[in-house]
RNA sequence: GCGCCCGUAGCUCAGUUGGAUAGAGCGCACGGUUCCUAACCUUGAGGUCGCAGGUUCGAAUCCUGCCGGGCGCGCCA
């Protein structure tokens, strides 16, 4: 409804040639929005004082210059020319009954744009390294990324989603260790385990489960050999990294290898079952490992050497990130030689471009803030712009337990899990809440709350919008009615209550605030949308009886009805949550 | 110290890219079901939009400076 409005303003417009200039590019459709006020119309133009300046008039005689160009159409019954220059626009009911229509034609498909080819956008997100279970902060990830995700293809885009495993490195060497002390304990060792290593209780399950047929037994004394102090009278990383270094002797570089690819192996298949039970999947789980192992980094830092990007500075490799606005030189290749994270995440990026991605989204914690530049300096050096990439980054989920904040530390295992969490509240409404609150809000998540109250949460309230349309539609069977859809959508002009005016007003809106949370990826304006439409349809509900016995009003109602069930029903789709018949 | 994010009702938060009288939930106060699901609805109280300037027809929104909170500033990932 909002694209035919400034169709009418386009339209008057060219019967102003003298106001061309000062148009210039603007973008007419972004000065049409709704108002807030019913006494104000539907819609509101503020065009007249955006053109007042260049145009040299005042807002007043412009505006009204354009209301005596605007197009004759039965979808309009008023236009306004209000306050500085405001120009209202009052639509005809024949304007929404011929929306409410259009939501039974399109069904499943309202509010979504055709597919499109270009620009294609892969979009990263969780990405969480696999060194144990998804906690409650990756679930923010997930289901923010997810929504955005579904979003985007509402709009049309073509979406690619990626998880990348961080699967190489030396936090999977202290994932490894850990597992072997785990399995060493188990078979008698006794040992103190390392205070740097992965202390979780899924440590010892997947000790348990691995395939140790290649691996020996070490008693205390071999193990130890050569391993300095642990804290607090040692050094806990020279302490862990000695211990790496014992595995590797032990096992051999091969067997602590297969043994770490295990323990990797496991919690990767447990997130990624974790997350398909919480709705949310990806076309690719992108191993760090493959970049390692290929020479796609080294081609990459050739490249880059190529066109003088890099250095090289007490011993390590240097790229020129300040160049492009960073605000210090960064490391690709240690001195001991070993290349960074950074290094592997050039490499990353560029591959995603190379593979013929247009677009890049990037979701991170907040805590990855400081990266952005670099690695938008790394794209910009391999030949790409900065601006291809977008990052979008989660403030933190803070957890509190009995009006307590819960620390959460992956090492120590003392942290809340995803699946805990899913559990106990249940899929729907942690879909829903994750993504009520800007992702660049600090989330206060109240366990007590969201367990003991779940029922409050405003999620069920939506819910239980659409399973009462559905209630509505059995209990007319019972009844002995059917509804009679054409004659439903030929009587929709029987449809004058104040409440069923709101309600066909809300759900007019549906595209527009598709369109806006996509745009913004803000999936929170769809939470509140639809909050907005099932309080509009609560209070038709009470306000109002549907199955009436006048045939005409009573399919028209129902008509109005199926088109909120729709709306609702996608509107949930879009978020990851489902949409009952019955509660 | 520097950088990024945030500061809106008692609490938790929205606020349509600068619009008209700043909104919702929870909580609080008052009402509403012999009738399609009361997991519901109606009405009300509750605000110095952190503070101070600036930009303009118009600012919660943009700019500057303070104050307060979070996060980051490694040859870690």
């Excluded at 973008?27 to 104000?40: C, F, P, Y």
């Excluded at 009470?542 to 009003?553: E, M, T």
């Amino acid at each position: 409804m909002k694209s035919a409005i400034a169709q009418f303003l386009n339209d008057a417009l060219a019967g102003l040639p003298e106001l061309a200039d000062a148009i210039g590019d603007l973008d007419i459709g972004s000065t049409v929005e709704r108002t807030r006020d019913a006494s104000h119309g539907d819609f509101a133009s503020n065009i007249a004082m955006r053109l007042a300046k260049p145009a040299r008039r005042s807002p007043r005689d412009l505006a009204a210059a354009i209301v005596e160009q605007l197009p004759d159409t039965d979808q309009i019954d008023k236009v306004e020319i209000a306050g500085p220059g405001f120009i209202n626009f009052s639509l005809s009911p024949a304007a929404f009954h011929a929306e409410i229509v259009t939501m039974l034609d399109l069904a499943d498909e309202y509010g979504r744009h055709a597919p499109r080819s270009a620009p294609r956008i892969l979009l990263e997100f969780v990405s969480a390294n696999p060194t144990g279970p998804l906690h409650v902060g990756h679930g923010r990830h997930a289901a923010y990324g997810a929504t955005v995700g579904n979003l985007l293809e509402a709009v049309g885009y073509p979406v690619h989603r990626e998880y990348y495993v961080n699967d190489a490195g030396r936090q999977m060497d202290i994932l490894g260790v850990s597992v072997w002390l785990r399995w060493l304990e188990r078979g008698g060792t006794q040992l103190a385990f390392p205070t740097a290593g992965y202390r979780g209780e899924y440590i010892g399950d997947i000790a348990a489960a691995i395939n140790t047929d290649d691996i020996d037994v070490v008693d205390q004394e071999t193990l130890m050999e050569g391993v300095p102090a642990d804290a607090p009278d040692g050094d806990k990383e020279a302490h862990i990294e000695a211990l790496i270094g014992r595995a590797k002797t032990l096992l051999g570089d091969d067997g602590f290898d297969r043994l770490r690819q295990q323990a990797i192996d496991s919690i990767r298949d447990d997130i990624e079952e974790d997350l398909a039970e919480f709705g949310v999947t990806f076309d690719r789980w992108f191993s760090e490992q493959s970049l390692t192992k290929s020479s796609r980094i080294d081609d990459t830092l050739a490249v880059l050497d190529e066109r003088g990007m890099l250095y090289k500075k007490d011993g390590a490799t240097w790229f020129r990130a300040m160049d492009f606005g960073d605000e210090k030189d960064r490391v690709v290749i240690r001195e001991n030689g070993a290349k960074t994270y950074f290094a592997s995440d050039i490499a990353y990026h560029f591959d995603k471009r190379e593979r013929g991605f247009d677009h890049l989204i990037d979701i991170l914690g907040a805590d990855h803030h400081g990266y952005v530049t670099r690695v938008k300096a790394g794209l910009d050096a391999m030949g790409y712009k900065a601006e291809d990439l977008k990052v979008e980054l989660v403030q933190f989920v803070a957890l509190y337990r009995g009006g307590k904040k819960v620390k959460m530390s992956t090492r120590s295992g003392e942290f809340d899990t995803l699946r805990q969490l899913r559990a106990d509240v249940g899929n729907d409404a942690a879909r829903f809440f994750y993504v009520s609150r800007s992702n660049d809000q600090h989330l206060d998540f109240d366990l007590d709350v969201a367990k003991s109250q779940s029922n409050d949460n405003p999620v069920y309230y939506i819910q239980y919008a659409h399973a009462r349309i559905a209630s509505v539609f059995r209990q007319l069977a019972e009844k002995n009615y059917a509804w009679d859809e054409a004659n439903g959508r030929a009587s929709l002009s029987l449809l004058t209550e104040a409440q069923e005016k709101a309600l066909m007003t809300a759900l007019s809106r549906y595209p527009e605030v598709v369109d806006l949370a996509a745009g913004n990826l803000a999936p929170q304006h769809l939470v509140h949308y639809l909050r907005d439409l099932a309080n509009d349809f609560h209070t038709y509900y009470n306000a109002h009886v549907f199955i009436v016995g006048d045939d005409s009003l009573r399919d028209a109602r129902l008509a109005l009805c199926a088109a909120t069930r729709h709306v609702i029903a996608n509107g949930l789709i879009i978020l990851g949550v489902s949409a009952p018949e019955s509660m």
